[in-house]
């Protein structure tokens, strides 16, 4: 039941930010009117996030680091590790309901929350290292896989959301999201595969 409300508050904090961010411009937002609108107190949404950057960028990508890991979980184990953990990456990050285009182009024109967007992939190292330890057996080797997963993913969405001028201030995107993440995990493919045949 505690696990639900903290799930609930989190689920509010990051919907109001991104709310508030659409309406306002995130500029305009302030961590109190987050709070506010979630129904909850200035101290218990620093429970949750460290910045409204963090909480914006959260409303995007959910709880994408527990799909990973259950993605790469639920793969078959003839698929191979490194196959099961670039197609789980490349299906969560690129899936047509993530993120929302009027999300995606409020993040791509802020240079914080590209930033925030970018780092947003950390996450993923923790979930991921135990869904690599359930094949790989090695804890010590997952959690060192599951960093340079993390790592390479942030490569790519830096490398994909890299600030190139344009009239209006806008990001193009460097090159499709899909290539970059698999060209970006495909140095890791031997390690992945290595680790899960010991």
Do not use: C
């Not at 107190?41 to 950057?53: A, D, H, I, K, L």
């Not at 390479?152 to 193009?172: E, F, K, N, S």
């Amino acid at each position: 039941m505690r696990e639900q409300k903290k799930q609930a508050t989190r689920e509010a904090l990051r919907a109001a930010a991104l709310r508030l961010a659409l309406e306002r411009g995130p500029d305009n937002v302030r961590v109190d009117d987050i709070a506010e609108a979630a129904g909850v107190s200035p101290r218990t949404y620093n429970n949750y996030f460290s910045s409204r950057e963090q909480a914006i960028v959260a409303a995007v990508t959910g709880e994408r680091e527990a799909r990973v890991a259950a993605a790469v979980a639920g793969r078959a184990d003839g698929a191979g590790l490194a196959g099961a953990v670039i197609e789980a990456i490349v299906e969560q990050y690129t899936a047509p309901a993530e993120p929302a285009r009027d999300a995606l182009l409020l993040i791509t024109t802020r240079p914080a929350l590209r930033d925030a967007y970018v780092e947003a992939a950390s996450a993923i190292e923790h979930p991921l290292t135990e869904a690599i330890a359930d094949r790989a057996g090695d804890p010590l080797t997952a959690r060192v896989l599951a960093a340079s997963v993390a790592a390479a993913v942030r490569v790519a969405l830096g490398q994909w959301l890299r600030a190139t001028p344009t009239t209006g201030g806008l990001v193009v995107s460097s090159g499709s999201l899909p290539d970059l993440l698999r060209a970006a995990l495909a140095p890791l493919a031997p390690a992945l595969d290595a680790a899960e045949s010991q």
